[in-house]
């Protein structure tokens, strides 16, 4: 009975592909249907996209656009999306709490200038009180 895929080891000593023969000998981790591509890599895939990108055009001569890379330059470029959105929603959040704020402060000063002025009218009705001599009757 054939090993089932995670029963094959990560690396097959002995059966990387070689050069200069005309042979080819692979074992399949899964099912592969009848027309799908086989790929191998000329570089490390454990490398990061443009690392691998890099060291394909330099070491033979193309600028890969392998499905691997393409999904991947997507994702990077997602991602920075969703990262200028966040900076931008932080930057909206941080501009209606300056906001927020300036309304509280504006509210607070004109609390206190209408208390100042309730304050004055206070005093004023005090004061036309003592000249009319009740407050001592109220106190
Ligand atoms: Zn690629």
């Given at each position: 009975m054939p090993p089932t895929p995670n029963q094959l080891p990560t690396e097959l000593p002995g059966r990387s592909p070689?050069?200069?023969?005309?042979?080819?000998?692979?074992?399949?981790?899964?099912?592969?249907?009848?027309?799908?591509?086989?790929?191998?890599?000329?570089?490390?895939?454990?490398?990061?996209?443009?690392?691998?990108?890099?060291?394909?055009?330099?070491?033979?001569?193309?600028?890969?656009?392998?499905?691997?890379?393409?999904?991947?330059r997507r994702e990077e470029e997602k991602a920075a999306k969703a990262e200028a959105a966040k900076l931008e929603a932080d930057k909206v959040a941080r501009v209606a709490e300056a906001a927020k704020e300036a309304e509280k402060t504006k509210e607070k000063e004109t609390k206190e200038a209408k208390g100042d002025k309730s304050e004055k009218q206070a005093d004023a009705i005090t004061a036309k009180m003592e000249e009319l001599g009740v407050v001592d009757d109220m106190l």
């Open positions: 070689v050069r200069g023969t005309h042979k080819l000998t692979m074992l399949a981790r899964e099912t592969i249907q009848p027309g799908t591509e086989l790929t191998i890599s000329y570089v490390n895939t454990a490398l990061p996209r443009n690392v691998r990108r890099q060291a394909l055009r330099d070491g033979y001569g193309f600028w890969c656009e392998c499905v691997r890379c393409e999904r991947e």
